[in-house]
């Protein structure tokens, strides 16, 4: 069995200069950087498990029919809570057009499982994780690195798996928005 996620993998060289960043904040809470687990990304959707991967294909590869390559911008830094980094990602209405489009065509699913949080989400790349117990310390420092606004093309999107009982993730396959 596994766990699947749909998401925007960030371009280069945007990635790396979202890796620098990752590194920055890591050089002030001692955290690993979210990119050692996983290129740096936006979920468009959270973990799936239980449900066929050819119907995630199907459906994925059907929602990005519906909507034409754009762009994501990024400029700041934010908190959700005490418990992350991110950097808030703001939309164009073709992007807010195809993440809504690919939450419908997946809570439709017999097999999905429902959360109390389904509703509760807002596009962002993780910047850091787990920072409960720095995050007093580090966050005034945090502050202080400087985010060069990033216009981002947005002409892909993927689904990625691992092993439900751990493992790394991996690219299943890559859709092209058409342009």
Not at 112 to 134: C, Q
Not at 138 to 160: C, D, F, G, N, S
Request: net charge positive; glycine share 2%; aromatic share 8%.
């Amino acid at each position: 069995m596994h766990k699947y996620l749909v998401l925007f993998p960030i371009p280069n060289p945007f990635a790396r200069r979202i890796c620098r960043l990752m590194d920055d904040v890591a050089a002030i809470t001692g955290l690993q950087p979210p990119y050692h687990k996983l290129l740096p990304h936006v979920t468009l959707h959270r973990i799936l498990m239980g449900v066929d991967e050819r119907v995630l294909k199907n459906l994925v590869a059907s929602a990005t029919l519906q909507v034409r390559q754009t762009t994501v911008t990024l400029h700041s830094l934010l908190p959700f809570g005490k418990r992350y980094v991110v950097l808030p990602v703001h939309l164009t209405r073709s992007a807010a057009s195809l993440w809504v489009c690919i939450n419908d065509l997946l809570s439709r699913l017999p097999e999905y499982e429902h959360s109390e949080y389904d509703a509760d989400n807002t596009l962002h790349i993780t910047v850091a994780a787990k920072t409960t117990p720095v995050f007093d310390h580090a966050w005034p420092l945090i502050q202080k690195i400087p985010v060069e606004p990033m216009t981002i093309p947005l002409r892909t999107i993927a689904l990625y798996r691992k092993p439900a009982a751990g493992g790394r993730w991996e690219a299943v396959e890559t859709f092209s928005l058409p342009s």
